[in-house]
């Protein structure tokens, strides 16, 4: 388990040039409805399955996906939730994600960018932290936190997964955005459950339930 600082934990990771502008992603998604190749490649597929598999609890009653892009984790998490709110900046993303969840009845879709809330979040029990985090500039990291820290109920469990290298046009890599989650939530009286080293991506579960 980490026992790093918050502070020392801002400069891990810091490898190559950092970014000054995230992606577009309203016109990557116009451009090209699935940019991750999230519904067809073998590693989003294996890592989805070990996503689930690392839940916890068989059921939630609100899962919050903040960044949902084209839907695949959306979809699966409403087999284990009473009602998943799926949220993404991207229009498009959102849009995506609707068409994905068609025939799902507990999919709540809306367009909300970080670190904004939609309106009518309520208390997630589950929240998920997919391969968007270090596409967020420092303060943009930072209230996110404060605002999981917020808005999570008082039983929740925060579940984040990113590609463990640097993205080019990200500000920090995957391994330096699961440990700066894990020990901001931490210093807030979060505890670290679940640590999966994989070859590609590294996967965190943090709770702030008293566990007997
Ligand atoms: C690499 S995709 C990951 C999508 C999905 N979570 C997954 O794991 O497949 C990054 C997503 O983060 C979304 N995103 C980036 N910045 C955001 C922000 N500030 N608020 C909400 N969504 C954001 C993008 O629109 C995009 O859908």
Known sequence: MLEHHTEQLLLVDRVGPAVSQPPDFETLYRANHDPWRVGTSPYEQRKLEIVLACLSRPCYRLAWDPACGTGHLA???????????????????????????????????????????????????????????????????????????????????????????????????????????????????WTHRVHHDDDEFVLDVVDRRTRS
């Open 75 to 189: 979809v699966r998490l409403a087999e284990r939730c009473d009602r998943v709110l799926a949220s993404d900046g991207s229009e498009t993303a959102v849009a995506l994600t609707a068409t994905e969840c068609r025939g799902v009845g507990n999919v709540t879709c809306r367009v909300s960018r970080l670190p904004a809330v939609p309106a009518d979040l309520g208390a997630p029990d589950l929240i998920l932290l997919s391969e968007f985090f270090y596409y967020l500039a420092d303060v943009a990291r930072a209230k996110t936190i404060a605002l999981i820290d917020r808005v999570a109920g008082a039983d929740c469990e925060v579940l984040a997964v990113h590609w463990r290298h640097v993205p080019a046009d990200a500000w920090l890599g995957g391994s330096g955005a699961q440990q700066e989650i894990v020990t901001r939530l931490a210093s807030l009286g």
